[in-house]
Every structure is written in C-alpha cells, then in structure tokens.
C-alpha cells in the first residue's frame, strides 16, 4: 500500500536506467552526472513541473535522445498514461523500436515486469506499440496522418523535428497534428521537442525555441569565476593547429584548458536569456562545446571546423551538427529593418526625376486585390510609386470596374509630365477564368495575363505569350487568352541583388556619383508589414528523392504579396523590352517625361521621320523598321 517514491525523471534514471551495449557507448548504470546538463531538462518533464512545452536545439550527440528515453521509462514504471513518440518516418520509428525502446525495457527491471514480452500471446508488445498498466506507448512517423490521428496523448516526444515533412499525407504539419492530441488533458499534458537545428526560416525546433524564454547553460570560468554560455567564437587556435584550441574566458580572457570541463559542467545551471509569451513553454539550447571529456574535444570541433572550410555543404554540416545553430542560407534577403532605414522622400512628387515608364504587378487573393505600381529607369533602376489595396475578390464585378479605372490614372512626373501604367502583368493563379476575361476586356496591349513557374533552369525570364484556352461566361473559347510564363525564381534572385547594393555618400552625391544601376528606391510612406513581405522567402537547398540538390525559394512567412507583384512588375518591363532598348529609345523617354538626357555619342544618329503627334510620357515609341529582303546568293550581281 505504500506509494510510489516522488521522483524526478534524472532521479528515476539515476537508480532504474541501465544503458544496453546496443544502444550506447558507455553500457551500464545511467549515471546523470556525466551529462550535469541534461538534469534540469528531464527534470521539467516531471509532473510536477509546470511546464507544458519543452523544446530542446541541440548539436548532435549530447544526449538528447536518451534524455527522451529516460522520460518513456519514467512515464511507464511512476506516471503512467498514453504516450505518443513521433519519429521523421515510420520506417526510422520501427527502427527506434528496436534500437532503443526494446533494449531500454529489457535492460531496466523495473520496466521489464510492466511490459510483457513480444512473444507472449496477446501481449500488447509489438513493434510501433508498448502497452503497460495504466497507459500506452506508441511509435510512429510524420509522414503517416493515420499514425498522427490514432490517439488521444498525454504525454508527446517528437524527436529530431527538423526532418520531419512539410505534410503529412497531405493533411497538415504533423507538430500540429500531434499535438492536437494533447487536447483533452489540458494543463496536465507534456510536449518535448528535440532537435538538430537546420535552415533559418524553415527550423521547425529554431522556431519553438524562440518562442521560448530561450535558456542556455551558463559554466563558470576557473580562473575567475565568471559565468557564461560557451561560444564558438571565443574557441580559439593556433593558424593551422586545431590541436591547439583552447576557450578564452568573456570575462579574463584567459584561456581555458579542456581538462577543466568536468568541474565547469558540474558547477553550470541553466539561465533564462528572453522572455517566453508563453509561461508554460521553456526552450533550451546547446552545442556540441558542452560534450563531456571523451566524447566531443574542442580540439576535434576545431578540426571538423577547419575541414568543413571551402564547402558549403560541409560548413552548413558542421553548424548543425556541432554549433546546434540554424544555417543562413548564401542569396538570403536583406534584412526588413535595413530596408526600413534606407526609406527616402520623393520630394513632393509621385514619380522622382529618372522613373521613364511604369508598369505594375497585380495580386489576386480570395478578398482583395493588391497592386503595386513601379517606375523604372535606365539601368532598370526602380521607385515604389504606389501601393493599392482593392477589397473585395474575383466574384466582385466591383472590384474589376476600380481595377480598369487603375488602367487610365495617371501619376505626375517630377517636371510636370505625367504617366499611364505602360503594361500591367496580373496573376493567373487565383481564379484564372476571371481574369482571362477581365484581361480579354481591356485588350492585351497594356495587359498581360501571366503565370509563374519555378526553377532557374530556363533559357529566359519570361516566354510567350502562349494561346491558352479561356472559359469566359460559361463559353469555352478557343486560343482566348494570351498568356506569359514567369521563371519567378530569377527575377526574385534579381531582385533581392538588387535590394543589396550600396548607396552613394552623401560626399559622393555631391562629387556627381549616381545610383548604381539596379538601385531599388522605397518611399516614406511604405510601413513595415509591406517590406516584411518583400523580403519573406529565401533561397534554400534542397535534395529530391534522388538526393541531387537544387536550389529553391521557399516562404520564411505567410504573407510574400508585395514580392510577388514586385516579380509580376519586373515582368511587365520584360514584355514591354525594357532589357532588349536601344539608346534611341531610351533617349525618346527622357525627352517625354523632361528628364536632361546623357551627352549624345559621336556618331551621328540616323534622322527619323517627325511622329504626327506628341506621345504621352512614358510610352515607348521605337519606330517599326522595314525588314530587309533576303537576296540568296546565287542571286547577287
């Protein structure tokens, strides 16, 4: 009748866990003392601790894993209920089974009397499924929705998140699935999350950890006493002698010896660096600098470190693996805040002096349709004129009429001239029959239908226009839309290049020194939210089934419109052949908007016949020449 003693899960493991020659490098007792950080870890996972959310990023090999082993044992023999460990696929959790779970129960008495053994008849011990009085374990992978749905959950371990797939079986994020489990147990559920960090932006555990009130482990130098969380930069060695590396205190700048580790860990605790907006949910992190003597030496990460060098692969390895730190991506956006600051003041004029043509990129959501409005220059040097917000959706005859009234406004040049939209590129994603038949309408001279595709592998930015079948009014019509084919991912590459150049001086403007061709100009009164989302994907790497790796864009945030009409802009100069000019077009331009043209070149220029009317501002006016007839050469006198 006695109960159970009230301990904590590094107790438990400390007196019942003993550590099989299958599954670690060090069979024998579990001795908590090896890894002094991970106590207060498997100490939040106790139920009486009030934590509901752990998340732990981690370099690899620190004891991650058997610290969430030592929580299914404890779970089984002291706080029994259902358990849910989730795994990156079925076939790694069947894996786990064997490799861990099974020897972890065999190896502890105290579980092998709960869970009958596989080969008993109705045992309730199979591969992917534990059963012990008062509660279940089971196995499963992210990418099975059937094995994410099959229970409801006390307890959740999902191990090494970041592999785990976009979807599973195409029903959702399989966190968010788990945890839907946990519902019904309220403040008494536990969700532990551990992992290997991965790419910045796509990290599932950097993402929860953040959230977190992000502790790390604070160790006190021996010299002076000083505490501090271990960073790789101050690991330092010798030019060429990884052999060599030593830790330099933050506060003495004495450098640590390695043997002193062992009493750094003992004497460490863990420290809370933020402010979590949940109460209940605490992150940890750590790298691979905390390994206890005789698994990971400074001097072997400063040899890994060294050797990754000159590999992007390699370097992106090793900040995972060995720093537990999320890897930044080479061709990553510029930072919204940077962008903020270099806002400027159009000087009371909506298109500055340079802005020769506009164009603009259209964006069709379900309940809106947002525009952006461009002006380009030579260089294809660009000013944000304005941004506008049409409520209503495709379904809204409304919202169409104020889109066509767009098509006539005019925005007035810095000299007086003023300027109709040149070509407007509108998306095709979103209810394409609708605006198939808005852009038959208008006629496709100012607008241009188009469709994005990904991949970099094209031999150009933008194809067509291709007939494409449109259904307009019910009435199937054949070749009735004319549409364009974007390669986004090149023009999202430009742009973001474009975004990171440098801006002259202040002595420079006054020496004469202009923008760099490509300058991308924002105004003043654009607000934040709007430069978030033009900066809201990121070029990552990817690897196919087939393991070969490629490039993609992929969304740092939900929101990305203003980067996609950024795109769709870009393209309307493409079609308009922004890039394909001649300097007598260029020329025409400058004269129609009264910009003060360059100093003309040497040779004389060919005289042109006088157009029977003045053109408007910003429509580009390049006369149709007369093909020449090709004479064969037997033919020639």
């Not at 003993?18 to 139920?47: C, F, H, N, W």
């Not at 309220?186 to 977190?212: C, D, N, Q, Y």
């Not at 700048?253 to 750094?264: F, G, S």
Request: with cysteine.
């Amino acid at each position: 009748m006695r109960p159970d003693p009230d301990l904590t899960v590094s107790e438990w493991a400390d007196q019942h866990r003993k550590l099989s020659s299958r599954a670690s490098a060090e069979p024998g007792q579990y001795r908590t003392a090896r890894t002094p950080y991970l106590r207060e870890i498997m100490d939040v996972l106790s139920p009486r601790h009030p934590a509901q959310r752990i998340s732990f990023m981690k370099a690899a090999q620190v004891g991650a894993t058997e610290a969430g082993n030592n929580w299914v044992g404890f779970v089984i023999h002291h706080a029994p209920g259902p358990m849910l460990a989730v795994l990156p696929t079925v076939e790694m959790a069947k894996r786990t089974s064997r490799g861990r779970i099974d020897p972890l129960i065999a190896e502890s008495p105290a579980l092998r009397e709960r869970v009958n053994p596989a080969r008993s008849r109705d045992a309730g011990n199979s591969m992917l499924s534990k059963e012990f009085p008062g509660g279940i374990l089971v196995l499963t992978g992210a990418n099975s929705a059937t094995g994410l749905r099959s229970m409801p959950a006390r307890y959740i371990f999902l191990d090494e998140v970041d592999a785990y797939p976009a979807s599973a079986d195409e029903e959702g994020d399989p966190v968010t699935l788990a945890e839907a489990r946990t519902t019904t147990f309220s403040h008494r559920r536990k969700v532990f999350m551990v992992s290997t960090p991965t790419i910045r932006g796509l990290s599932r555990i950097e993402r929860e950890f953040e959230a977190s009130d992000q502790r790390r482990y604070f160790v006190p130098c021996p010299h002076c006493g000083a505490m501090q969380w271990l960073q790789f930069e101050r690991l330092r060695w010798e030019k060429g002698r990884p052999d060599t590396a030593a830790y330099h205190c933050q506060g003495c700048e004495k450098p640590i010896a390695e043997h002193h580790k062992t009493q750094m860990l003992e004497r460490g605790e863990w420290r809370a660096t933020a402010v979590s907006a949940d109460p209940h949910s605490i992150g940890f992190h750590l790298s691979a600098l905390y390994s206890p003597l005789g698994w990971k030496s400074w001097q072997q990460i400063a040899r890994d470190w060294l050797a990754a060098q000159g590999s992007e692969e390699m370097l992106r390895a090793a900040r995972n693996t060995l720093l537990g730190e999320t890897w930044v991506e080479s061709g990553d956006a510029p930072e919204w805040q940077r962008l903020a600051e270099r806002r400027e003041a159009y000087a009371g004029a909506q298109i500055p002096v340079g802005g020769l043509f506009l164009t603009a990129g259209v964006d069709v959501q379900k309940d809106r349709i947002e525009i952006d409005v461009w002006a380009w220059g030579r260089g294809l040097e660009s000013w944000l004129v304005d941004h506008i917000v049409i409520a209503g959706g495709p379904d809204d005859p409304a919202c169409w009429d104020k889109l066509t009234a767009l098509l006539g406004r005019t925005w007035v040049c810095a000299n007086g001239a003023v300027m109709v939209i040149g070509k407007l590129a509108i998306d095709t994603g979103y209810e394409s029959a609708a605006v198939y038949a808005w852009a038959r309408a208008q006629g496709f001279d100012q607008v241009a239908p188009v469709k994005g595709l990904e991949g970099f592998n094209r031999a150009t930015p933008v194809s067509g226009p291709t007939f494409v079948d449109a259904t307009i009014g019910g009435k199937r019509l054949r070749r009735g839309a004319r549409l364009w084919s974007v390669a986004t991912a090149t023009f999202k590459t430009e742009t973001y290049r474009y975004l990171r150049l440098e801006r002259p001086s202040d002595e420079d403007r006054s020496l004469g020194v202009l923008d760099a061709p490509g300058t991308v100009h924002l105004p003043d009164w654009i607000d934040t939210e709007w430069l978030k989302q033009l900066v809201a994907e990121q070029l990552v790497t990817v690897r196919n089934k087939r393991g070969y790796a490629h490039p993609e864009w992929q969304k740092m945030r939900e929101r990305n419109e203003a980067l996609d009409t950024r795109v769709y802009a870009r393209a309307a100069a493409w079609i308009m052949g922004a890039d394909r000019w001649d300097e007598a077009t260029w020329r025409r331009l400058e004269a129609q908007a009264g910009v003060e043209t360059l100093p003309a070149p040497q040779q004389a220029a060919p005289t042109e016949q006088a157009a029977p009317a003045a053109p408007k501002a910003g429509t580009p006016t390049t006369p149709r020449r007369k093909r020449r007839a090709y004479t064969p050469n037997f033919m020639r006198d």
